[in-house]
């Protein structure tokens, strides 16, 4: 396929993407599948290739057949050991946020 695409459904690529590819949700890149193009997701596992930037807002999986040509960036990021990475890697550990202040209001209770 030639073009980008912008998903806000699970995305399950078995076949060839030319263009960036923006999901909101998961990217599941099979054995058989390659991306041609930068990445931006909510969630990705990877077992094929991809040529370009990968940016995940949550957990990527590269894995033991990925072959990745690019940076990556993601919290969690998982790499199996026999996976292939020719890139910078950017696994990013967010802390939750503490809320510490009061609310606003006292709640009711009924």
């Not at 909510?42 to 957990?59: C, D, K, L, T």
Request: no cysteine.
């Amino acid at each position: 396929m030639h073009g980008g695409m912008d998903v806000s459904v699970p995305l399950y690529v078995y076949g060839t993407i030319y263009g960036e590819v923006k999901a909101n949700a998961l990217v599941y890149l099979g054995d058989t599948g390659s991306i041609v193009g930068n990445v931006h997701a909510a969630r990705m596992v990877v077992y094929g290739q991809v040529q370009g930037e990968i940016i995940v807002s949550g957990e990527a999986k590269m894995m033991n057949s990925a072959n990745i040509t690019g940076n990556i960036s993601a919290s969690p990021l998982v790499i199996d050991k026999n996976a292939r990475i020719d890139g910078q890697v950017n696994a990013v550990h967010q802390q939750p946020a503490v809320d510490n202040t009061e609310p606003a209001q006292s709640p009711r209770w009924i």
